[in-house]
């Protein structure tokens, strides 16, 4: 997998949106965070004024809070990407731009976009059973109408061993919100947000476990946290690890 060195460019690119954004973020946040995903050290940028992560973009990589707590899953469980299969559902861009040279890499859209190598349905996968070694799936079934059958299919292409890594935005509540029969889409969206289909609690790990997962959620302390700028106060960006 490629590493990132330094990169004034996106260095640039980051600082600029930053200071467009945010700028009072400069004399603000002052806090020296780590990279799990390229090893930076140093100035994260914020998202946005008032966003709930105060480190939010690293500036040398780009990644986002859930690139930075899967590198670090992949860490802490001496994991890593080489030689393997790994289908990478409508792909973050940090982690496309490492794993696109690699040949097993699959990173799979539904269309055709500057970020994928591939079209991919996540209810109707076009590659065999046990297939893949990872399967990494950052929100992408709050916009998956029938989520039951991408579970499912996502089960089913990954290998006996392998593990896949899912990620959704999560209310905090124990059970999942669906939208009552015959309510309107600009109702469910109103309360779930643009082209969401429901918002998952906790249960959303029963709902992987349903089709054969052993589903664990990856827990980090606060000190990880800060450090690697992966999560603050009451907002869940947790990681679900699911074991086949
Ligand atoms: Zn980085």
Redesign the pocket.
Known sequence: MKK?KNSWLIQLKVWLRALVRDPKQFVRNRDICE?S????RGFFATARKGHVHAAFR?P????RPRD?NIALFFQKNALSFDGKSILHIAPEW?LFRQLKAEPGYVGGDIQKRRNANSIVDITSINFDSNHFDFLICNHVMEHVQDDKKAMEECYRVLKNGGVAIFSVPLSGKPETWEPPAGMSVPEIEAIVGWDHKRYYGYDFADKLEKFGFKVEIFKINEAEAKLHGIASGDFNDEIFIARK
């Open positions: 990132f990279c995903s390229c090893g930076y690293c040398n990589c780009e990644s930075r940090p």
